[in-house]
């Protein structure tokens, strides 16, 4: 079994107060788990009102499939509308 993880720093340059950052995290924290079916978790930042850290976990047997999904999480956080990903970093144990 192996478990693969991507920390994401983000940047929410449209959001004004805690109450919009977490309507933003929680949509895109939803949507990655939808469409990836990962588990998602804001790790960091909580009291920060443009800036969070998501964590993104997956477990597989196949490394390839791990990397896969990562880079896909990624590109969509990257592209993911009112969001700035500022730095992402990924591990497979």
Known sequence: ML????????LLRGSQSLKDK????????DRLRNRFEVSVAEVDGQDRVQQAV?????VSNDKRHIES??????NFTNLFR????????????
């Not at 999904?69 to 990624?74: A, G, Q």
């Open 3 to 10: 478990v693969g993880t991507v920390e994401m720093s983000i």
């Open 22 to 29: 977490r309507r933003f995290v929680k949509s895109l924290k």
């Open 54 to 58: 998501i964590g993104v976990a997956v």
């Open 69 to 74: 999904v990562l880079t896909k999480v990624v």
């Open 82 to 93: 009112g969001c700035e990903l500022s730095s992402a970093r990924q591990e497979i144990l």
